[in-house]
């Protein structure tokens, strides 16, 4: 079960519950990966809606990874996530947003 006091966010993929998280690790991996200048930058597009699918793509791996799980980018093209592109792009902002804030905040 996924610990949103922690940061965690649930997604089913490929029919198995998964746990993300945003580690300071998975966000190092995630500003490499991204064509942007900062995560402040990617913050400001999910608040926006400008973000693509390649960011949700991102953060979801990078998710993954920090939640523990050892997944490739390919692998995660190929997956079917529970709820499609709407609910991929849900649990996407909300793991960003979880990474940024105080749980007393939220």
């Known amino acids: 079960m996924a610990?949103?006091?922690t940061g965690e966010v649930a997604l089913t993929i490929d029919g198995e519950r998964r746990v993300l998280k945003?580690?300071?690790g998975a966000l190092a991996e995630l500003e490499d990966s991204l064509e942007c200048g900062s995560l402040i930058e990617l913050v400001q597009?999910?608040?926006e809606a400008e973000f693509s699918s390649r960011d949700v793509l991102a953060l979801i791996l990078a998710g993954l990874?920090?939640?523990g799980a050892d997944v490739a980018?390919?692998?995660l093209l190929q997956?079917?996530?529970e709820g499609?592109?709407?609910?991929a792009a849900r649990a996407a902002g909300t793991l960003l947003a979880r990474a940024?804030?105080?749980p007393d905040q939220a």
């Not at 499609?84 to 609910?87: D, Q």
């Open 3 to 5: 610990n949103p006091w």
């Open 22 to 24: 945003l580690t300071l």
């Open 45 to 47: 597009r999910f608040e």
């Open 65 to 67: 990874r920090g939640g």
């Open 73 to 75: 980018r390919a692998d």
């Open 79 to 81: 997956a079917e996530i």
């Open 84 to 87: 499609g592109p709407m609910a």
């Open 100 to 102: 940024f804030v105080l």
